[in-house]
């Protein structure tokens, strides 16, 4: 008989192996579709913290639904999913690809409209950043920059405010 009653009973490997690749290859998908999202819709938790919360979770739910791999299949998926996320969070090529940079979408009250429409940014989300900072319009600040986090960050021409995070 090939179920596993208790997590001393010896794990079928090929199904904890195909469990494990599973959870990578979701991992991947999930993560590029959040990114192609955009950064803005995830500014307060980042993408690849995002996934793996999602992912763990689902794989610890494998080993109470999923008869075959059992409670193995579940320990071996959380470990392929953490370990996906320390290598994308620890390899400095990779951490970038996924993370992304800053980008400069108002400069001297210029709009990039190309980087805003690429981002899903709108004026009026500048303006709302203007706001925040007590000022009238995006056009006060000397730049405005998306930040890696999908927050805005602008720099005032005024020597009383300083680029405060939003």
């Excluded at 390899?91 to 980087?115: F, I, W, Y």
């Excluded at 730049?143 to 300083?162: M, N």
């Amino acid at each position: 008989m090939d179920k596993y009653i208790t997590i001393f009973d010896m794990p079928n490997w090929h199904v904890i192996g195909i469990s494990m690749i599973q959870a990578v290859v979701l991992y991947l998908l999930v993560l590029t579709g959040l990114k192609l999202a955009g950064r803005r819709m995830f500014a307060e938790m980042n993408a690849q913290d995002f996934v793996v919360l999602l992912l763990v979770s689902d794989a610890a739910n494998l080993g109470l639904t999923h008869n075959d791999g059992g409670f193995w299949s579940s320990v071996f998926s959380v470990i392929a999913v953490i370990a996906v996320g320390s290598v994308l969070e620890y390899v400095p090529v990779l951490h970038n690809l996924v993370e992304g940079k800053t980008v400069v979408l108002c400069m001297q009250g210029r709009l990039d409209e190309k980087k805003m429409r690429e981002y899903h940014i709108s004026v009026d989300d500048l303006d709302a950043t203007a706001r925040q900072y007590g000022l009238a319009s995006h056009k006060d600040f000397v730049k405005v920059i998306l930040e890696a986090d999908g927050s805005l960050t602008g720099v005032v021409r005024s020597a009383t405010h300083r680029g405060q995070k939003v």
